[in-house]
């Protein structure tokens, strides 16, 4: 363990590096809530000793500013984007406890940018964002006009992104920004070489999940109609599954929107096709009613109850939150993956060596 130096500034981020741990799971011993977060008791104490040891002091006098704020708090999302997947019971319960501690609320359903300035209109310096963000690496022009307008219209509010889409080359650009975020592409890769090894056929998926042909992977890439409705957009990726068959094997199908997969799943199965006989369908969002579906759909997305959980708890309790926060997707497996209770348990433990890698 390399000791951090008696003259250096003690923090969560040095505390964390000298134990070669995650800062959110310093910071979550530090603040009690080690057993919230599922971390081990073994290494909460290791932590609390650690911080002891070295003299680490929270900053006090800064949550103290922070809990003198009375301005309201800011609650924003993208109707267009989150019809039916908008996370609307943590919605619901962010709105409930932020009244219960007696602070006003603002909730603004809008795309991003017009929904700063809202807010901002609305004298909120605190906001939470539900809807996706990501910062895609694009042109020193592009980049320059995003910083722009993003400058113009969120200046001086803080930011809580439960939804933050982590890039292949990461380049964060926007300031004031607290990112808690899932890394598809990286599990979509994991996804893919698992369903391979399982299949030894190709996986079946678009350009929305992250990965290309161009990662030497055995993967059928799927050019996707932008003007069609999610469910319809099942049935088109039914027929050409159909068509792929006949000249290429395919081992599953990663649709990537649990809507479309509804529309897959019905159009297959009035084709004679067997899920997950002959072939398998994983699926992105988590919403509920994929457990009601013909073939029980197995879907995985972004932990947003467990965000929401941490940003109340910085924001009204004052406990300490990561800058950054990858963390590992909600899995929820039912009857299309075909994955016996074994392969569920070994993909998931891949999933938890991926997370650790990317979180130091």
């Given amino acids: 363990m390399a000791w951090t130096e008696k003259n250096s500034r003690i923090t969560l981020s040095s505390i964390a590096k000298d134990l070669k741990l995650a800062t959110s799971t310093v910071s979550f011993c530090l603040s009690g809530k080690a057993s919230q977060y599922g971390i081990k008791s073994e290494t909460e104490k290791l932590v609390c000793d650690y911080a002891a040891q070295v003299g680490y002091v929270a900053n006090s006098a800064a949550r103290q500013l922070r809990g003198n704020c009375a301005a309201p708090i800011g609650l924003l999302f993208d109707p267009r984007i989150n019809s039916g997947a908008v996370p609307s019971e943590a919605l619901s319960q962010a709105i409930q406890r932020i009244t219960s501690a007696k602070r006003e609320v603002r909730v603004v359903a809008s795309d991003l940018f017009s929904g700063l300035i809202q807010l901002r209109e609305l004298n909120c310096r605190e906001a939470i964002i ?42 964060p650009l926007l300031p004031n920004i607290v990112r808690l975020g899932i890394h598809r592409r990286e599990i979509n890769l994991l996804l893919v070489k698992y369903l391979n090894e399982l299949t030894g056929k190709p996986v079946m998926l678009s350009s929305w999940a992250g990965v290309s042909e161009d990662d030497d992977l055995p993967v059928s890439m799927l ?134 890698k990317l979180n130091t």
């Fill in 130 to 171: 539900f809807q996706t963000v990501t910062e895609a690496p694009g042109s020193k022009e592009a980049l320059q006009k995003t910083l722009n307008a993003y400058l113009a219209a969120a200046a001086g509010i803080k930011l809580f992104c439960l939804n933050y889409g982590f890039h292949k080359y990461e380049t």
């Fill in 223 to 356: 050019n996707v109609p932008s003007d069609m409705r999610p469910y319809e957009l099942g049935h088109f990726w039914a027929q050409e599954y159909l068509q792929q068959r006949k000249h290429l094997p395919i081992g599953a199908i990663m649709p990537g929107d649990d809507r479309v997969s509804a529309g897959l799943i019905s159009e297959l199965l009035a084709h004679k096709v067997k899920i997950p006989q002959d072939v398998r369908i994983i699926s992105f969002d988590n919403l509920d009613f994929g457990a009601y579906l013909p073939v029980p759909l197995t879907s995985w997305g972004v932990p947003i109850k467990k965000h929401i959980q941490m940003v109340l708890d910085c924001l009204l309790d004052h406990a300490e939150i990561p800058e950054r926060l990858i963390s590992v997707p909600e899995f929820v497996w039912r009857q299309s993956c075909g994955f016996t209770a074994r392969e569920q348990q070994n993909f998931e433990k891949n999933v938890n060596k991926l997370y650790n």
